[in-house]
């Protein structure tokens, strides 16, 4: 699983949904909420006719869409750990779900490669989240994260806490189950939320002053540095000038952080690894130093990264 750092920048790379939105004067069919009820329900499941409900459904609450295949069985568990989660947020945000036998054209609109794949959907757009099976743990690791960039697009609203049979969850599954953050991090973590990413460098970097081997803290201060990078970028211009120019290594760097925001990890190592080949000395160790900084963004236990370090190797020696 990749756990990505998400902002208002990521929506820029979303895929193109348009051709699923409603044309003028169609019925609402679907996921739409009840008139009446807080936001629709706890879970719902997406077809092609009430896909575009949910992206309507996105402005006013964050979604998390996860498309998997009733072929492949063992792809189940995803939509059962997702929902588990979602049990656990009451409403903070909504669970969709979407067989790709049943509804083909998802898939393709989604650019699905391999199932399961988890999205955000907010404010009408798709951020890639990440492809596979991830534990509970991790998932609300990642939830934290796109309500955080929900809230930054003023997409706050809830749904109601009742599960698609009607009953609320437990008590006990609403009770958080990650400790409190350490008061830097918390720091660090508002600031980001309050989108003020010097505030949130300069609390990550006094946490690693107190103990150096933070390694939450040491991947949380290369978060807000990629964040820092990208901001105010325009993201076809910098994809231009990359592929014009496949020696400008500040256009590649550029690119690569680019390519992460928007979900495509692989495409940026791969961009750095071809960098890394065509370059020496000096500008070859800062290729090397940077690709391993968004390993570390990453995870360094993500299958990609593993590969991505093996033909760094490669290009190296």
Do not use: C
């Amino acid at each position: 699983m990749t756990q990505q750092p998400f902002t208002a920048a990521a929506l820029r790379g979303a895929v193109d949904l348009s051709a699923l939105k409603a044309p003028p004067g169609a019925p609402a069919t679907g996921a739409a909420a009840a008139p009446g009820a807080p936001g629709g329900s706890l879970v719902v499941e997406v077809t092609e006719a009430s896909i575009r409900d949910v992206i309507t459904d996105s402005t006013r609450h964050p979604i998390v869409l996860v498309l998997w295949s009733s072929r492949r069985t063992e792809t189940a568990e995803a939509v059962t750990a997702w929902r588990t989660v979602a049990e656990r947020y009451a409403g903070r945000f909504q669970l969709a779900t979407a067989d790709i036998d049943v509804s083909p054209s998802l898939a393709q609109a989604f650019q699905v490669r391999a199932v399961p794949v988890s999205f955000a959907l907010i404010q009408g757009q798709p951020v890639p989240l990440f492809e596979g099976m991830a534990p509970e743990d991790q998932l609300s690791s990642v939830v934290d994260q796109v309500l955080t960039l929900a809230a930054q697009q003023g997409v706050t609203g809830q749904v109601s806490a009742a599960s698609p049979d009607g009953a609320e969850p437990a008590a006990a599954a609403v009770e958080p189950t990650q400790p409190p953050l350490p008061p830097l991090h918390q720091k660090a973590f508002d600031a980001i939320e309050a989108g003020d990413l010097e505030s949130a460098g300069a609390a990550y970097r006094e946490a690693l002053a107190e103990n150096p081997a933070d390694a939450e803290a040491k991947v949380g201060l290369a978060q807000v540095q990629l964040l820092q990078r990208t901001q105010g970028v325009d993201l076809s211009a910098a994809r231009a000038a990359a592929a014009a120019d496949p020696a400008d290594v500040d256009a590649q760097l550029l690119a690569a952080d680019l390519d992460l925001l928007g979900g495509h990890v692989e495409d940026a190592f791969l961009r750095l690894i071809e960098a890394v080949r065509r370059t020496a000395d000096a500008e070859r160790d800062r290729v090397r130093e940077h690709l391993v900084e968004l390993f570390e963004i990453v995870g360094v236990q993500d299958e990609r990264v593993a590969k991505a370090r093996k033909s760094l190797m490669s290009a190296l020696f």
